[in-house]
């Protein structure tokens, strides 16, 4: 009931353009990570389903409402801010009284959802202090209170984890997982982190240039690039992209028509064939390691290829190699295309890259 | 910075000395002398008789001290009061930055930094009660002239109408500055938390310039005990010393009547009243949160 | 402010604003007026709210009914003294308050703020005795050396000086440069911003002073402008269009100031407000 639908949405502040005719549908209940570079508009789109800018152009629904004319506050969702605008005039407790003052909920309800909500969060203790001498994390809690006490359909998030340390970081992603589940409504997310995008999102909204490059579900973006942007934004390291007029004979051969170029993610790439990797179902390249990072359980190793170009291999054997002269092996099922304008050219039969492997490991 | 000249633990209390001299013998010295000075019966030419507190009991056994105290104090209120409200409203009304209201914002700023020498004999000059602008403008309007600085029950409030229009620019500037700074992701937040606008004013705006408002009260308070120039340029204390001010007497006991320790006295009682408001003022501020 | 202030339509705005500007722009321009009219316009009902001729002898009166000459000479002489006295008594101060630590530096300091907390008009009497006694009444010390050690000043050059990166000061020290040649060759450029706030609200403030110059002196002597044209008001009260001119003259330089740096000033009163 609170799918969020944006219809050839279109931002300008004066002359720029920072959203062009935008059509996106955000599906009730999902967990929807609007991600990309800085200044590529997913900050602005989360602001104008929030109200708090206008489209120039086109419209915005919320749950089949035509959301043009309403206010912020009448909109039945909440935001969480990056660096989480908690009123530093008022307590904790009012902080989250404030919205639901507003909202006109009656005195005794009031104090029942925040000493609910304070139990939740671990808040209780703090009820009576001022943002000011809470922590960082104490201060993200309470504006996920503030935000969660309203129960609204709609969640949205602009970088909200960004101003805590990794640690918490990472506990709060755990959290924000959970809570999701756990109510059921629809949490639009922005970041610039394709690594909380991909652990946190059941749909991913990849953006650049006030332009959506891809929209799917974490799985299908990595492995199923739609484009070059995509291809290089998600998975470190990125997709290794080469320029095929600079292929052997063996991998131009194989590529559609119009491509121009050949991307593989640095986990296909082998040192050896592996089982189930044939002569016929490969392709090789050789080259030597010119570099080596030691990363835990993973290494990555940088390929200078015969034809000068520099690729990452990811694997994780042991031990480490010799920075030697090396054949590498990709299995041409793994083996991505791009025409000139750097859109994905499926070869004839090959619906998606085969999908062997898991996120996990890559993300 | 220890180990590096031999000259250096001499060297900054030469460079702070001049300094604290200066400020010891112009500032705390006189203080002292001030309140030693109010013990005495005084004409500055024959010789100083100590008085006790006889001063002081004369001060508040006397109607022209009270008077004059309740002069000061009304004028206080009037100008504080007015000056506040009209600055808050001239500040909410110039928030947009276009070229006009940052035309009006300088023009209303303008007054502050002119002479009140100057201000002073310009308002006169407008508030002379046959050939002045203000009743030949009231004239048009079909009313009666009043006797802006010859009529007793006026003459106050026409002193504090100078001061506002002196220092209402200056207020509203630094009123403006507080509204600046608030964040705007706090009215962000208040939209989408559905705050009315009269909430978002009192909740958000009005407690987040608070400490600034608290401020420039307090700057206000003490400037408005210091009214005098106004005074001797224009009404000279009168009519019937309506506007009779705390320092305007001080000056006229000291200089016309050479009692110089009745004025002193006068002084002490002043600077007391200023003490307590600026005590009273860091308490309040000390109570109130420091908002980061 | 933007969400609770959209104000009840363009037309109120418009009203409020003229006549926002009427009412401080209407004072000065009925000086200018008055000061341009012969004495039969000037006393005239209904008023003329236009000249045809400009009366320049006007000026020339107030010129000569007082010894203009003199009165701004003195303002001159203490304006600049004051400035100057500034510099070499705040610009130590404030250096050793903001880069040295030394005993009783608290308290030193907090006798700096201290000052800054009494109006200085709370106690002209006791001073204008220590002059009367030591033979200082009407000099131009007395109306300079009191200021000289603003404490405003100390206070807001210290918080600039505190800005100054460490990094650069043990660099100087390690080139063997004196402490007077740190403060002249690192220190001060980092002040110049805050040096000319200071230097322009000195400009201001001891310009137009009045009560100062008036408490402290008994004889025309060190006298200063303002003091100069409130004589002018007592000796020609009856012609309003004399006082007036008189009054632009004294007004003028300010103004032309203020054109001059308008927003550093404006940015100057702005901080004091808010320090």
């Given at each position: 009931m609170?799918g969020i ?6 931002k300008k ?19 929807t ?10 900050s602005t789109t989360l602001?104008m ?6 489209s120039t152009e086109g ?6 409402v035509s959301m043009n004319q309403?206010?912020?506050g009448?909109?039945n969702l909440?935001m969480v801010?990056q660096?989480?605008?908690l009123y530093?005039t008022m307590?904790?407790e009012?902080?989250i009284e404030?919205?639901l ?5 009656p005195k005794?309800?009031r104090?029942?959802l925040i000493?609910?909500i304070?139990e ?5 203790r703090?009820?009576?202090k ?6 960082g994390g104490?201060?993200q809690?309470?504006?996920l209170a ?5 129960k609204?359909?709609?969640f ?6 960004s101003?805590l340390?990794?640690k918490?970081?990472q506990?709060m992603?755990?959290?924000l997982?959970?809570?999701h589940k ?8 922005v970041?610039h982190?394709q690594v ?6 059941t749909r991913i909204v990849l ?10 579900n ?19 390291p ?5 320029a095929l007029?600079r292929?052997?004979e063996?991998?131009r051969?194989?590529a559609?028509q ?7 993610r640095p986990e296909?790439?082998?040192f ?5 990797m044939?002569?016929?179902n490969?392709?090789s390249?050789?080259g030597?390691?010119s570099g080596r990072e030691?990363?835990?359980s993973?290494?990555?190793y940088k390929?200078?290829l015969?034809?000068?170009?520099i ?8 031990p480490?190699?010799e920075?030697?002269?090396?054949r590498?092996?990709?299995?041409k099922?793994h083996?991505a295309f791009f025409d ?14 085969s ?6 490991d890559?993300? | 910075?220890k180990r590096l000249h031999p000259?250096?633990k ?5 460079l702070v ?5 200066i ?6 010295y ?7 000075l ?11 008789k100590?008085a006790g507190?006889s ?7 006397g109607r ?5 105290l ?15 409200v009209l600055?808050?409203g001239l500040?909410?009304?110039l928030?947009?930055?276009?070229p006009?209201n940052?035309?009006i914002?300088?023009l209303s700023?303008t ?11 310009i308002?006169m000059?407008l508030m002379?009660t046959?050939t002045?602008l203000?009743?030949y403008?009231l004239s048009?309007?079909?009313a009666a002239?009043?006797?802006w ?7 106050l ?7 506002v ?7 509203a ?5 507080a509204?600046g700074?608030?964040?705007g992701?706090?009215y ?5 938390d559905?705050a009315?606008k ?6 958000i705006t009005?407690?987040?310039i608070?400490?600034?408002l608290?401020?420039?009260i307090?700057m206000n308070?003490?400037g408005?005990?210091?009214v ?5 340029i224009?009404t ?5 010393n309506?506007?009779?001010?705390l320092?305007?007497s ?7 009547y050479y009692?110089?320790?009745y004025?002193s006295?006068m ?13 009273f ?7 109130r949160?420091h908002y980061? | 402010?933007r969400v609770w202030l959209r104000?009840?339509?363009?037309g109120l ?6 006549l ?5 722009l209407m ?7 008055t000061?341009f009219?012969?004495?039969?316009e000037v006393l005239?009902m209904?008023?003329?709210f236009?000249v ?12 000569t009914r007082?010894n ?17 006295g500034q ?5 130590p101060?404030a ?6 630590q030394?005993?009783g530096?608290?308290?030193l ?7 800054m907390m009494?109006p ?6 006791p001073?204008f ?6 033979g ?5 010390v ?13 206070f807001?050059l210290r918080q ?5 990166p460490?990094s650069?000061?043990?660099a100087a020290?390690l080139?063997?440069?004196?402490e ?5 060759t690192?220190?001060?450029p ?6 000319s706030?200071l230097?322009?609200l000195?400009f201001?403030?001891?310009?137009n ?7 402290w ?14 004589k002018?008001q007592d000796?020609?009260g009856l012609?309003?269009q004399i ?6 003259m004294?007004i003028v330089p300010?103004?032309?100031v203020?054109?001059i740096?308008?927003?550093?000033i404006?940015k100057a009163?702005?901080?004091?407000g808010?320090?």
């Amino acid at each position: 009931m609170s799918g969020i639908v944006l219809e050839k949405v279109t931002k300008k502040y004066g002359d720029k353009l920072i959203i062009e005719d935008l059509n996106l549908t955000i599906e009730s209940g999902s967990f929807t990570v609007l991600v990309g570079p800085s200044g590529c508009g997913k900050s602005t789109t989360l602001r104008m389903i929030a109200g708090l800018e206008h489209s120039t152009e086109g419209s915005i629904h919320i749950g089949g409402v035509s959301m043009n004319q309403v206010e912020p506050g009448k909109r039945n969702l909440a935001m969480v801010f990056q660096n989480y605008a908690l009123y530093p005039t008022m307590t904790v407790e009012k902080n989250i009284e404030y919205g639901l003052k507003n909202n006109k909920v009656p005195k005794e309800e009031r104090q029942r959802l925040i000493t609910e909500i304070a139990e939740t969060v671990g808040l209780t203790r703090h009820l009576h202090k001022k943002p000011e001498f809470l922590s960082g994390g104490e201060r993200q809690r309470v504006a996920l209170a503030r935000a969660m006490v309203k129960k609204p359909a709609v969640f949205l998030m602009d970088e909200p984890l960004s101003n805590l340390d990794a640690k918490l970081r990472q506990q709060m992603r755990a959290e924000l997982i959970e809570l999701h589940k756990k109510l059921g409504a629809t949490f639009v997310y922005v970041t610039h982190d394709q690594v909380e995008a991909m652990s946190m999102g059941t749909r991913i909204v990849l953006m650049d240039g006030g332009k959506v490059m891809q929209e799917d579900n974490p799985h299908n973006l990595y492995y199923d690039p739609a484009n070059l942007f995509s291809s290089r934004f998600i998975g470190t390291p990125p997709m290794n992209i080469l320029a095929l007029d600079r292929c052997g004979e063996e991998i131009r051969k194989l590529a559609p028509q119009q491509a121009r170029y050949l991307g593989f993610r640095p986990e296909k790439a082998k040192f050896t064939l592996e089982p189930g990797m044939e002569p016929d179902n490969t392709v090789s390249l050789t080259g030597t390691l010119s570099g080596r990072e030691l990363l835990g359980s993973e290494i990555i190793y940088k390929v200078l290829l015969e034809n000068g170009l520099i690729i990452s291999v990811k694997c994780f054997d042991r031990p480490e190699r010799e920075l030697e002269a090396v054949r590498l092996y990709v299995k041409k099922e793994h083996l991505a295309f791009f025409d000139a304008q750097e859109q994905r050219v499926r070869v004839a039969a090959q619906s998606g890259i085969s999908t062997a492997g898991s996120i996990g490991d890559s993300a | 910075m220890k180990r590096l000249h031999p000259s250096v633990k001499v060297l900054p209390y030469l460079l702070v000395a001049p300094a604290v001299i200066i400020l010891t013998v112009f500032y705390l010295y006189p203080i002292l002398y001030n309140i030693y000075l109010s013990f005495f019966t005084w004409n500055m030419r024959g010789p100083m008789k100590f008085a006790g507190l006889s001063n002081y009991a004369e001060l508040f056994s006397g109607r022209d001290f009270l008077h004059t105290l309740l002069n000061t104090l009304l004028y206080m209120v009037m100008d504080v009061g007015l000056v506040m409200v009209l600055a808050m409203g001239l500040a909410l009304f110039l928030q947009k930055n276009t070229p006009l209201n940052r035309f009006i914002q300088t023009l209303s700023f303008t007054p502050n930094i002119i002479s009140l020498v100057s201000v002073s004999l310009i308002w006169m000059w407008l508030m002379n009660t046959d050939t002045g602008l203000f009743n030949y403008l009231l004239s048009v309007l079909g009313a009666a002239p009043v006797g802006w600085l010859t009529d007793k029950d006026v003459a106050l409030f026409s002193l504090v109408l100078v001061s506002v229009w002196k220092s209402v620019g200056f207020n509203a500037l630094i009123i403006c500055s507080a509204l600046g700074s608030i964040p705007g992701y706090l009215y962000e937040a208040a939209a989408l938390d559905n705050a009315s606008k009269r909430s978002v004013f009192f909740q958000i705006t009005l407690k987040m310039i608070s400490p600034t408002l608290f401020f420039l009260i307090l700057m206000n308070i003490i400037g408005s005990f210091q009214v005098f120039e106004t005074i001797n340029i224009m009404t000279q204390g009168g009519p019937s010393n309506a506007t009779n001010t705390l320092i305007f007497s001080i000056y006229k006991q000291s200089f016309e009547y050479y009692r110089v320790g009745y004025a002193s006295a006068m002084a002490v009682v002043l600077m007391g009243i200023v003490g307590l408001i600026t005590i009273f003022y860091f308490k309040a501020l000390n109570k109130r949160v420091h908002y980061r | 402010m933007r969400v609770w202030l959209r104000l009840p339509g363009a037309g109120l705005r418009i009203i409020v604003s003229v006549l926002l500007i009427v009412i401080f722009l209407m004072p000065f321009y009925w000086m200018i007026l008055t000061a341009f009219k012969t004495l039969g316009e000037v006393l005239r009902m209904p008023p003329k709210f236009w000249v045809d001729s400009l009366q320049w002898q006007n000026f020339r009166d107030a010129f000569t009914r007082i010894n203009f000459l003199h009165y701004t000479r003195n303002s001159l002489i203490i304006t600049l003294g004051t400035m100057l006295g500034q510099l070499v008594v705040v610009v130590p101060a404030a250096y050793a308050f903001a880069r040295y630590q030394f005993k009783g530096k608290n308290a030193l300091f907090g006798i700096v703020l201290a000052t800054m907390m009494i109006p200085g008009q709370l106690i002209f009497l006791p001073i204008f005795v220590m002059f009367a006694k030591s033979g200082l009444l009407n000099t131009y010390v007395s109306l300079i050396v009191p200021f000289i050690a603003s404490g405003t000043a100390i206070f807001m050059l210290r918080q600039t000086f505190m800005q100054v990166p460490d990094s650069q000061l043990e660099a100087a020290r390690l080139d063997n440069a004196s402490e007077f040649k740190i403060i002249y060759t690192i220190m001060m450029p980092a002040a110049v911003p805050t040096l000319s706030t200071l230097a322009l609200l000195t400009f201001i403030g001891t310009w137009n002073s009045y009560f100062f110059p008036l408490v402290w002196t008994t004889t025309d002597a060190v006298r200063t402008l303002p003091l100069g044209i409130q004589k002018l008001q007592d000796v020609e009260g009856l012609s309003p269009q004399i006082v007036m001119a008189g009054n632009m003259m004294l007004i003028v330089p300010i103004l032309l100031v203020f054109l001059i740096a308008r927003k550093q000033i404006i940015k100057a009163f702005t901080y004091m407000g808010v320090k």
